[in-house]
């Protein structure tokens, strides 16, 4: 019985005289640490990114609710291969257009098919992979129910290719953060300081919907849109689809804009993640208490775009505003989407099926500006509360000097994605056809373009 308490006794006296030789060095400490933060990055980024994936499923939905029946399945291919296209698109060129270097800060030069990659290149290339094809998914939206497949496809290829990652260069390239730090950027020669955007306002949503907007504006509406200079409304067929896909969407701005620290230690995130929710819940309920004072009834799409119009919105200044700034964000942020959808119907008389260009290129622009109005102190990228109480040196405040940048590239932004998307199309109208024929058109895309029903219980007239 004896052997029975000794042996524990000797083991521990084994372990306790173990304990010099287990002991780190200071700078060995700093080194474990280093590397579980460089670990806790690297994950992060790759769950970020799953859940910007994930929101092309939320895409898919939207538009596919916000749409009618016969083109339920052209509205699926075109956001599957947006996703897959992009995938290739930027891995060949994209990428190495965006993040390559520079000639005179226009566009990259190298890293095309990420040639010479490492473990760290990948990893930043799958979150900046995800982003690069939303901007021809809001096209897709916009242009939906009566746009040739072919011509989707080419324009898909070009805007990955070219026309995101060229602005996306002037804005991103040179930082070492989410936001532009300096480097030799285009933007920053231009306007002789720092253009601000967070996670994508301008980058993303703005130059998507300026590019949906030269499509709409080169395709034309669809058939009875407009009777007698008037919109008619032409409802979609499956609010359930629609909205759980508005809050996928609202799910993958966790990844959208909280991913866009680009850093999984910064202290910070829960800081973005918090204004990104208050800003998307203000711009519905500022959606559904204006169309219930309108029209006298609280409006379903319209409410779910004004959660996607407060997200929008928020992108930009996420991480640079206070909890109250965000909530007003996404309030002028609903307005502004449902001012959009009026006069784009209105005076513009253009036919956007889901809303996509007063969300996205509206509530864009509404977001770069509200950097320069609400923005506390723009350090590294995040709310620098304790340096901006020190008055700490190197950080961008919210002012009328930043609000004219935030201006100038919002200007900037819509002559490049406008202008070549507009010739772009044009360009594709000649060569393949943009619109599909009014026969294709009443028959509805998935019989005319894929051969199949969506939903072949349904017989369609």
Not at 166 to 192: I, M, N, P, R, T
Not at 251 to 274: C, K, M, Q, R
Request: with cysteine.
């Amino acid at each position: 019985m004896i052997h029975r308490k000794i042996i524990p006794a000797l083991v521990l006296i084994l372990l306790l005289s173990a304990l010099p030789a287990m002991a780190v060095t200071n700078e060995e400490n700093a080194e474990q640490i280093a590397a579980v933060q460089t670990a806790l990055t690297f994950i992060w980024l790759l769950v970020a990114g799953a859940l910007v994936f994930f929101m092309h499923a939320g895409f898919s939905l939207v538009e596919a609710g916000l749409t009618r029946t016969k083109n339920t399945a052209n509205i699926l291919m075109k956001n599957a291969l947006t996703i897959s296209l992009g995938i290739l698109i930027y891995w060949a060129v994209g990428w190495g257009v965006m993040y390559g270097s520079s000639i005179a800060g226009l566009f990259g030069t190298d890293q095309f098919f990420l040639i010479g990659a490492d473990n760290a290149l990948w990893n930043s290339w799958f979150f900046q992979m995800v982003f690069a094809a939303t901007g021809a998914t809001i096209v897709s939206g916009a242009m939906a129910e009566r746009t040739d497949f072919k011509a989707y496809l080419l324009f898909t290829v070009v805007m990955v290719a070219v026309i995101y990652p060229v602005y996306g260069h002037w804005v991103w390239s040179g930082a070492d953060s989410a936001l532009l730090s300096g480097g030799e950027s285009f933007l920053v020669k231009l306007l002789g300081a720092e253009f601000h955007d967070f996670a994508g306002s301008g980058v993303v949503h703005s130059i998507g919907g300026f590019a949906a907007l030269a499509g709409v504006i080169v395709v034309g509406p669809r058939i009875g849109k407009f009777k007698d200079g008037k919109a008619q409304a032409i409802p979609g067929h499956n609010l359930t689809m629609a909205f759980l896909g508005t809050f996928i969407l609202m799910l993958g701005w966790v990844g959208f804009n909280g991913g866009s620290t680009l850093d999984g230690n910064d202290a910070y995130i829960s800081l973005v993640v918090v204004n990104t929710f208050l800003a998307a819940a203000a711009g519905a309920v500022t959606a559904m208490l204006i169309t219930w004072h309108r029209t006298g009834k609280p409006d379903p799409s319209l409410t779910a775009n004004g959660i996607l119009a407060g997200l929008v919105s928020i992108t930009a200044p996420a991480g640079s505003v206070e909890n109250w700034a965000a909530i007003i964000i996404g309030t002028v942020g609903g307005i502004v989407m449902l001012a959009g959808v009026f006069f784009n119907e209105n005076r513009l008389k253009v036919d956007d099926p889901v809303g996509a260009i007063p969300v996205h290129a509206y509530c864009g622009c509404w977001g770069l500006l509200s950097v320069g109005i609400f923005s506390v102190g723009i350090g590294n990228g995040i709310l620098a509360d304790a340096a901006y109480a020190a008055g700490a040196p190197g950080l961008v405040y919210g002012g009328f000097s930043q609000l004219f940048i935030q201006i100038a590239g919002i200007i900037l932004a819509f002559v490049w994605a406008f202008g070549v998307s507009f010739v772009l199309f044009k360009l594709i109208d000649a060569i393949v056809g943009l619109r599909v024929s009014e026969k294709e058109e009443i028959q509805g895309l998935d019989i005319s373009e894929h051969g199949v029903n969506a939903y072949p219980e349904y017989i369609i007239d």
